[in-house]
């Protein structure tokens, strides 16, 4: 097999097919070598057999060769069980150049096996195997950054792909520091924000489907839409319930601050059709909230979207706010459902390039030393995106540290103002009465529960399925999600 590779360099109609068999039959031999005879990976090493599959792969030689090729590695690494062959096979960084390899995406065959190909990998990922993925010294981790570029996919098939993957390389982060500050400061904010974004423009195609289907004619879509949104609770959960810290701190902030906050619970309080700022109908976000509330387990996201329904301020959503949001030249605010200013592509590329001394600037997270660099009057065009101004007036710092940086995290105020604190034992002395009198006369944006009240109707216009089923999962969410 060794010698047709060497008399078929070149890759031609006449010998494509004597190629394709030939890899096959090499596959098969090193399977069968890894149980039995491991003088055939010594081999497969000492000829650098991997270097001809690479050749062929560059050659650009038709898709039936980039789609047996790709089905014959799939294999290959699937039935791998000894840790050895699977370092021989990973050793020289072949892998990582296959995966950097300028596939024809557009053809659904080729992006099938290509994606099937960086989950089998990935599934591959430990403490000792995860070194030939992640180059510290290149800060690069090829197997991560490809496959979150496909987040977004059409095919739900990718979508799942890409979710597995990324749950596979956070759980073997957690014992990795280096890569895991690699993902935090690189990707963490680029991939959150994007998938934030492709989940809220979900939500409001659900909506439209909805609004628009009298006659319900597009159950089945309806349905998909439903069960993908669900999907997306349950990534999300299990991002969460990994608990690595570093990503659940970004990730709840996104959520609640890009999410739920500006588009769940601001439709609840404001079903007006005018204004920028995109709404559901009521129906609707209760429907997903609870949702939110039954699926998602992670305490301190769950308990802060809780304490806003039941004790928020209704200030953060007036006009005044709004048109803040509208003059932030940075279009990118805190509590605002809006697009990334840059594709995860793009964004990617972007931290790639930038020296890594350099401290990145994010979303919602302002960086030790960012003020006196300000005051300077340095910019970034780069940053654009990532600079957030508004966001210290309106929430409390929690502070991260690691061995590098000090990181100040800007994330929604959990009820601990000094004016919600007030107000909430102003409230607990005041009765039922001149609770209903106080609030038929007082002005949208001052201190009141308004979810509150939502929730008493509620329970006595048990009628209202939409109603009930929100009061019930979140009465759940708080049983479970004590402290």
């Not at 699926?295 to 004790?311: D, F, G, M, T």
């Amino acid at each position: 097999m060794y010698h047709v590779l060497t008399k078929n360099t070149t890759v031609t109609d006449h010998n494509r097919n004597l190629l394709v068999e030939t890899i096959r039959s090499i596959t098969e031999i090193l399977i069968w070598g890894d149980q039995n005879d491991s003088s055939v990976f010594d081999f497969f090493l000492e000829k650098n057999m991997f270097v001809f599959f690479l050749n062929i792969l560059r050659q650009k030689s038709g898709r039936y060769v980039c789609v047996q090729l790709l089905q014959t590695l799939n294999i290959l690494f699937e039935n791998i069980s000894h840790e050895t062959s699977l370092y021989y096979l990973l050793s020289n960084n072949y892998v990582n150049s296959i995966i950097v390899h300028k596939f024809d995406f557009s053809d659904e065959e080729i992006m099938a096996y290509y994606i099937s190909f960086l989950k089998t990998l990935s599934l591959k990922l430990n403490n000792h195997t995860v070194h030939f993925f992640y180059n510290e010294h290149t800060n690069d981790f090829a197997l991560y950054t490809e496959a979150i570029k496909f987040f977004n996919h059409p095919e739900s098939m990718v979508r799942i792909a890409v979710r597995t993957i990324t749950l596979n390389v956070y759980k073997v982060s957690l014992d990795n520091q280096p890569m895991l500050h690699y993902i935090r400061d690189k990707t963490a904010v680029p991939y959150f924000s994007n998938l934030v974004w492709f989940i809220g423009s979900h939500v409001i195609e659900l909506d439209n489907c909805v609004q628009t289907d009298e006659e319900h004619r597009n159950r089945g879509k309806l349905s998909d839409l439903v069960a993908e949104h669900l999907d997306h609770l349950h990534y999300l959960n299990d991002i969460l319930i990994i608990n690595c810290e570093f990503l659940n701190d970004v990730l709840t902030d996104h959520l609640l601050n890009r999410l739920f906050l500006p588009l769940y619970v601001y439709s609840l309080v404001n079903q007006d059709k005018g204004g920028e700022r995109p709404k559901i109908s009521l129906q609707v976000s209760l429907y997903l909230l609870s949702q939110v509330f039954l699926i998602i387990h992670y305490a301190p996201l769950v308990n802060s979207l809780a304490e806003v329904i039941l004790n928020g301020d209704l200030s953060v959503f007036s006009s005044k706010v709004e048109q803040d949001i509208q003059k932030n030249t940075t279009k990118s605010s805190i509590r605002c459902f809006i697009k990334p200013t840059e594709t995860l592509e793009r964004s990617l590329e972007i931290n790639k390039q930038k020296g890594k001394k350099r401290v990145q600037k994010r979303p919602n997270y302002k960086n030790v030393g960012e003020e006196d660099e300000e005051e300077r009057g340095s910019d970034d065009t780069h940053d654009d995106f990532d600079k957030t101004k508004g966001t210290e007036a309106s929430s409390k710092g929690i502070r991260t540290s690691s061995e590098n940086e000090e990181i100040e995290m800007v994330i929604m105020e959990r009820c601990k103002l000094s004016e919600l604190s007030i107000s909430a034992v102003t409230e607990q002395n005041t009765t039922d009465e001149e609770k209903s009198a106080a609030a038929s006369g007082s002005d949208i944006t001052n201190w009141n529960r308004p979810f509150l009240d939502m929730v008493y109707n509620a329970l006595d216009c048990a009628e209202d399925d939409y109603y009930a089923l929100f009061v019930l999962c979140l009465l759940y969410a708080m049983s479970h999600n004590k402290g």
